[in-house]
């Protein structure tokens, strides 16, 4: 019973000041609903591509990027436009199309694609994304020339038209995910739950 009596007058003092009822339940939640729509695992990362002058194919590319999933796609005018969205945050990382791309692709030339991103763990995953829809492209290329080194079409223009006509038909590789003894996190688990907890302890201890 001291216990109670304890505890119901510390509810008393602590209600007695209008501020802490403000402190206590209001401003954790805002908090938690700011720092979950912010950070949160919910939102697509936005891309930034600049495809000025690279011609058809990194059009192409660029529909490629699109098509991709949980990813936003913006382009941007220039390199130096993109480096400063990707500093300042505006943009998750940045892809750079040279110039003449097309032409140096169909002269069977290599071609370097740009990364833009800052040193962190969700950029790194990005990119992991953005090299497999670069690597999609490249196999239908490469398909192409291999099609005319035999013989198989006249140019490579015809090759890349016909690889992208049958690749739709071709097997994908599936990957199936499985988790070893027990998971750390539920597959339920939300965008504010992680820290909801955290935050709702932190203000309960130091509201006084």
Do not use: C
């Amino acid at each position: 019973m001291k216990v109670l009596w304890i505890a119901l007058a510390n509810l008393r003092r602590m209600f007695r000041v209008r501020t802490n009822i403000f402190f206590v339940f209001v401003f954790p939640m805002v908090l938690i609903l700011i720092l979950g729509a912010t950070f949160g695992g919910s939102a697509s990362p936005r891309l930034g591509v600049v495809t000025t002058g690279s011609g058809p194919l990194g059009a192409a590319l660029l529909r490629q990027l699109e098509q991709t999933p949980h990813l936003r796609v913006a382009a941007v005018s220039d390199p130096a436009a993109l480096l400063t969205q990707v500093e300042r945050g505006n943009m998750a990382a940045g892809v750079v199309i040279p110039p003449g791309y097309d032409g140096a692709v169909r002269a069977g030339h290599t071609v370097t694609l740009r990364y833009l991103a800052r040193p962190d763990q969700s950029s790194q995953r990005l990119g992991e994304t953005v090299r497999g829809a670069v690597a999609r492209q490249a196999a239908l290329l490469g398909a192409a020339r291999f099609a005319v080194v035999q013989h198989a079409a006249p140019s490579f223009s015809v090759g890349l038209a016909r690889a992208t006509k049958i690749s739709p038909v071709v097997p994908a590789v599936s990957v199936t995910q499985a988790t070893a003894g027990t998971a750390l996190f539920s597959r339920t688990l939300g965008q504010f739950d992680e820290g909801a907890w955290t935050e709702l302890l932190l203000f309960l201890s130091s509201s006084p």
